[in-house]
Every structure is written in structure tokens, then in C-alpha cells.
């Protein structure tokens, strides 16, 4: 069955390394989504794309944070340099958003997380 | 700012004993509030959506509803597989993006 896919599942790395997390979103899909969830601020929206374009990228880190969209069925995020405070599950998730607004149509909030990548930064 | 607050933090019920979890929001204008489901080691799995005040809708032993200030997800006869964190979250008129809550840890025991 259609499923979002991340990877890799745990990322162990040193402060300073560069770190590259993947994500297929659901064939057919068009809106992907990028969260980090940590036990003291919960899920976070970091960035999300429409159709590969990104719509907003208020909650990610500029200076070390960048997420791209390459083609359809792979959207990246990136952090270099990784830090001790990253450390943090990333969900991608994704869902389709009708841009004729139909009645009926399935509402991309309906958003379907990945497994996430669990990153830990020594 | 939009705010979403959950309470309790965490819940333990025994099996058949039925409860209700409490998502307190405010936003500017909502769109949308939404109940996900969390496993540990997991992405959360959506549940429902409601869309305005006095809606309701269920989903096996799961009954969530929506006043103008929170929502309610009441959990009828809980099993042990009901065990998870629920998550709520709102999206604002005019925005995309969703603001979770920091969710409610629940245990069912047998």
C-alpha cells in the first residue's frame, strides 16, 4: 500500500558533520512537509513544498537548514553544520491538495507522515 | 500567535474504562482542527478533521468533537491496542501550516 519512505531511519553523527535526510512522498501526491518533534517543543513544522515549490520555510534554521525538492518523488533536507541541538526525530509527510478545490476532494491536511529519521548529534 | 494545548500530558485507563481527552486552541480563524495518532517509534496517523463548532465524527471506539474553544476525543471502552499519544492540531484561516499540541501519552492495561 501507498506509503511516505524516509531515510535513513537513525542517523548517529559528530557536531559539524553534514547531514542529508530523504523522503518519498505518496505517488500523487503534490504538498510535502517537513517536521522535527522533540520531547520538549513537540511536533515542528520546518518547511513545506507544493508541486516542488517551496510555500514556506519560516521554521527552519537558515544559516545550516535547507530542503529541496529535486523531482517528485524525492524531497531532501540538509543540515550543515549539524549541532548537538538538532538531535531530533524528522517526519516528512505528504498529501494532495486539489487545486480545483472539488467538492469531495480528498483535503491535503490530511497529511500522511513517514517513519522519520531519528538524528542524534554528538 | 495560534496556541494548541493538550491535557492531561498522560492518561491510564483500564480496559473498558471509557474517558475523554481535552485539545484547548486559539487561532485567529480556524480552518480546520486535527486529531492524529502517535505509536512510539512511529509517524502520527491522522484520525479525523473537523471544520466547525457542533461537529462530530467517529471512528470505532474514537468520537472526537469541536466546540469554538477546544475539542474532545472520547475514548469508549479502550483497549489495550488504544494505547498511544493523540495529537492535536489547528490550521488558521488563510495559512497552510499546522500547530500541534504536544500531544496526550495514553495506556490502556488489560
Known amino acids: 500500500d501507498a506509503r511516505v519512505t524516509q531515510t535513513p531511519r537513525d542517523k548517529v553523527t559528530e557536531m559539524g558533520q553534514e547531514v542529508t535526510m530523504r523522503c518519498q512522498p505518496i505517488?500523487?501526491?503534490?504538498?510535502v512537509f517537513w517536521y522535527r518533534q522533540t520531547m520538549m517543543q513537540g511536533l515542528e513544522l520546518l518547511a513545506y513544498?507544493?508541486?516542488?515549490?517551496?510555500?514556506?520555510d519560516s521554521g527552519m534554521p537558515k544559516d545550516r537548514f535547507s530542503a529541496e525538492m529535486p523531482d517528485a518523488t524525492l524531497a531532501t533536507l540538509k543540515i550543515q553544520p549539524s549541532e548537538p541541538r538538532d538531535s531530533a526525530v524528522y517526519f516528512c509527510?505528504?498529501?494532495?491538495?486539489?487545486?480545483?478545490?472539488?467538492?469531495?476532494?480528498?483535503?491535503?491536511?490530511?497529511?500522511?507522515f513517514g517513519p522519520g529519521t531519528r538524528l542524534t548529534v554528538l | 500567535e495560534d496556541q494548541v494545548t493538550q491535557s492531561p500530558e498522560a492518561l491510564r485507563l483500564q480496559e473498558g474504562e471509557s474517558s475523554s481527552l481535552n485539545c484547548s486552541y486559539t487561532?485567529?480563524?480556524?480552518?480546520?482542527l486535527f486529531w492524529y495518532r502517535q505509536d512510539p517509534g512511529k509517524g502520527p496517523e491522522f484520525l479525523f478533521t473537523?471544520?466547525?463548532a457542533g461537529e462530530e465524527k467517529e471512528k470505532e471506539r474514537l468520537k472526537a468533537t469541536l466546540t469554538k474553544k477546544e475539542s474532545f476525543l472520547h475514548i469508549t471502552a479502550p483497549k489495550p491496542e488504544d494505547s498511544a499519544t493523540y495529537l492535536c492540531?489547528?490550521?488558521?484561516?488563510?495559512?497552510?501550516?499546522?500547530?500541534f499540541g504536544t500531544g496526550t501519552r495514553l495506556l490502556v492495561s488489560p
Open positions: 509527510a505528504s498529501g494532495f491538495r486539489d487545486p480545483l478545490q472539488r467538492q469531495g476532494a480528498p483535503s491535503y491536511n490530511e497529511q500522511f
Open positions: 487561532v485567529s480563524g480556524l480552518r480546520g
Open positions: 505517488l500523487g501526491h503534490n504538498t
Open positions: 473537523l471544520y466547525s
Open positions: 513544498f507544493r508541486n516542488r515549490a517551496p510555500l514556506d
Open positions: 492540531a489547528v490550521q488558521a484561516t488563510g495559512f497552510q501550516k499546522l500547530v
